[in-house]
């Protein structure tokens, strides 16, 4: 079992910059693969990037290359996405996730967080 908890959501102008957190339980972190989504109002929830059990590996989807950063620190049992050069498209509520196996789509998600809001304005 792992609970997930995210944190950093708020209001930022465009342009600007949030990290967002998330504090897993469980003395099996290093073991789960970790992705953030998202979700935007009237739209599916969507993958954002994701982080393999090392952190050697990263990937995104294209909205984000190069403006994104996921990275995790398995000592603290922690996830991060660095959001620079946010932009009002980004607004959405973002989900920490954690599974198993590799995480491409919300079926391959075993765990999820509650969600924090992530308001651009332009």
């Known amino acids: 079992q792992v609970q997930l908890v995210e944190s950093g959501g708020g209001l930022v102008q465009a342009g600007g910059s949030l990290r967002l957190s998330c504090a897993a339980s469980?003395?099996?972190?290093?073991?789960?693969?970790l992705a953030w989504f998202r979700q935007a109002p009237g739209k599916e929830r969507e993958l954002v990037a994701t982080?393999?059990?090392?952190?050697?590996?990263?990937k995104y989807i294209d909205s984000v290359k190069g403006r994104f950063a996921i990275s995790r620190d398995n000592a603290k049992n922690t996830v991060y996405l660095q959001m620079n050069s946010l932009k009002p498209e980004d607004t959405a509520v973002y989900y920490c996730?954690?599974?198993?196996?590799?995480?491409?789509?919300?079926?391959?998600?075993?765990?999820w967080g509650q969600g924090t809001q992530v308001t651009v304005s332009s």
């Open positions: 469980g003395r099996t972190f290093s073991t789960y693969m």
């Open positions: 982080i393999s059990w090392s952190g050697g590996i990263t």
């Open positions: 996730a954690a599974s198993l196996a590799v995480v491409a789509t919300t079926r391959d998600v075993a765990y």
